[in-house]
Nanobody, 125 residues
Framework: QVQLVESGGGLVQAGGSLRLSCAAS????????MAWFRQAQGKEREFVAH????????YYARDVKGRFTISRDNAKNVVYLQMNSLKPEDTAVYYC??????????????????WGQGTQVTVSS
């Protein structure tokens, strides 16, 4: 089992920044690929960013590429999502997710085994 707890959400004006954190506990964190997803009200959960266990080749959804940065600290069992130049359409509940494995790129929710409870991000115009 891996337990995930997100933090860092909040209310920010358009153009502002937030950094989300996801603290992991349980099974060996470094064996897991990590991702961030988001779900806006009335919409399906969508992929935001992925990072492998070795932090190589982070991958982003087209809508956030160039504005968001995913990173991880395996020593601290934490994954981050730095969000810059936020837009009102970034408003959503943001979830971190984990799946065991040392390779591969996964962008669909069913690919992930463990999920956090989510943190709300609201961007005002």
């Amino acid at each position: 089992q891996v337990q995930l707890v997100e933090s860092g959400g909040g209310l920010v004006q358009a153009g502002g920044s937030l950094r989300l954190s996801c603290a992991a506990s349980g099974r060996t964190f470094s064996n897991h690929a990590m991702a961030w997803f988001r779900q806006a009200q009335g919409k399906e959960r969508e992929f935001v960013a992925h990072i492998s266990w070795a932090s190589d080749n982070p991958y982003y959804a087209r809508d956030v590429k160039g504005r968001f940065t995913i990173s991880r600290d395996n020593a601290k069992n934490v994954v981050y999502l730095q969000m810059n130049s936020l837009k009102p359409e970034d408003t959503a509940v943001y979830y971190c997710a984990a799946r065991e494995g040392l390779s591969g790129l996964y962008t669909r929710p069913p690919n992930y085994t463990y999920w956090g409870q989510g943190t709300q991000v609201t961007v005002s115009s």
